[in-house]
């Protein structure tokens, strides 16, 4: 009888993280985080060529489509990795953010700041080493344009 393969908690993450953003090898991605090189580095193992961090050099802004922050630290970390991927997302991102924070409230925290920055939470996901919480923003551009469009016909 074949045994299944164990996962560590790490791999369980990733591959979290990948289904929920549905990364693809065509996606640019971004990582981020107190832990972003071990998953920067896992996601190369894993055949993605086109991944980032904020401080691998100069990055396009506005082109990447997927975001992932590994949040192994304290809520504030989190949040700052959060305002470090921002510029470099484009308006049809996804994002995935691992918290492992032990802190009251510190997933609520989050998910509010995603919907500040125009996110719409899609799915929390428990993994081992805490949650997957994955959020995606379409057309943010649109929303603002639709916005302006509206004070203009009220200005009429």
């Not at 193992?45 to 489509?65: D, E």
């Not at 998910?111 to 080493?129: K, P, T």
Request: aromatic share 4%.
């Amino acid at each position: 009888m074949a045994q299944p393969r164990s996962v560590s908690g790490r791999e369980q993450v990733v591959d979290t993280m990948i289904a929920l953003t549905r990364l693809s090898g065509l996606h640019r991605a971004i990582v981020a985080g107190s832990d972003s090189m071990a998953l920067y580095l896992s996601l190369r193992r894993r055949g993605f060529v086109r991944i980032a961090t904020p401080v691998t050099g100069p990055l396009p802004k506005g082109q990447h489509t997927v975001a992932l922050i590994s949040g192994r630290g304290p809520l504030p970390s989190i949040e700052a990795a959060l305002g470090q991927v921002a510029p470099f997302l484009s308006t049809n991102a996804a994002i995935a953010v691992l918290i492992c924070s032990g802190e009251d409230g510190s997933s609520l925290k989050i998910r509010h700041r995603l919907e500040q920055m125009g996110f719409r939470i899609e799915a929390g996901v428990r993994c081992h080493d805490g949650l997957v919480l994955s959020a995606c923003r379409q057309g943010v551009r649109q929303l603002f344009a639709r916005q302006g469009f509206a004070r203009m016909e009220q200005a009429a």
